[in-house]
């Protein structure tokens, strides 16, 4: 059980790259988000996702694009990157335990530098 | 959108030492989550509290949902509890929207 996994962790890309964030999780989780993380400006959301084949805008969503597939991946587009977009993000699946609460488990960030 | 501030922004301890980090949000939710993120970035769920009180080994947290606040109260810490702390808030397991943090640092 491997929780939530982001590959890349590193990525640099040149300004009007494209690239493709994957997060994976074995938890059978239906939803699952993408939050940024800027210094000082704490997590905001990008796009979550509440099951398969369902997708749905956050806080700061323009600019990059989703899509979920598969139960357990949620990709993160990114079709023109922009220096803005310098950012760590973060991918979490969220759940119900058996005691009702929800609990947001998050990967481990992929660090992204656009030149 | 919800908004939540949290406060202070920053604290500085000696081990051992007591403190209380406070979450104000501006709407009523249901869902109300406690967050350690730790020097190396991981992040990690503390408590999941829309309400009431728990309590964790040295952690615990309050909720008043009439009020809008919730506390997290660290008792005895240690270095190891340094790092930022984030409350999210939302409803359901929609959109969970994070306060800016308080950043710990406990010093030996």
């Known amino acids: 059980n491997a929780g939530v996994t982001q590959t890349p962790k590193f990525r640099v890309l040149k300004t009007g790259q494209s690239m493709t964030l994957l997060c994976a999780q074995d938890m059978n989780h239906e939803y699952m988000y993408w939050y940024r993380q800027d210094p000082g400006m704490g997590l905001r959301l990008i796009h979550y996702?509440?099951?398969?084949?369902?997708?749905a805008k956050g806080e700061v969503p323009d600019g990059y694009n989703v899509s979920r597939l598969k139960k357990q991946n949620f990709l993160l587009g990114l079709e023109s990157a922009a220096p803005s977009q310098t950012s760590v993000y973060f991918c979490?699946?969220?759940?119900?335990?058996?005691?009702?609460?929800?609990?947001?488990?998050f990967g481990a960030g992929s660090r992204l530098t656009v030149l | 959108g919800i908004q939540v501030e949290q406060s202070p922004p920053d604290l500085i301890l000696q081990e051992g030492a007591n403190s209380t980090l406070r979450c104000n949000f501006s709407?009523?939710?249901?869902?109300l989550q406690w967050f350690h993120q730790n020097p190396w970035g991981q992040l990690i769920n503390l408590f999941y509290?829309?309400?009431g009180t728990k309590q964790n080994g040295r952690l615990s947290a309050t909720t008043v949902a009439t009020e809008r606040y919730s506390l997290l109260y660290i008792s005895s810490s240690q270095t190891t509890d340094s790092g930022v702390y984030f409350c999210?808030?939302?409803?359901?397991?929609?959109?969970?929207?994070f306060g800016t943090g308080t950043r710990l640092q406990v010093f030996p």
């Open positions: 709407d009523s939710v249901n869902n």
């Open positions: 999210a808030v939302g409803h359901n397991t929609d959109k969970l929207i």
């Open positions: 996702s509440v099951g398969e084949g369902t997708t």
């Open positions: 979490a699946s969220n759940h119900m335990d058996r005691a009702g609460a929800n609990v947001l488990t």
């Open positions: 509290i829309p309400s």
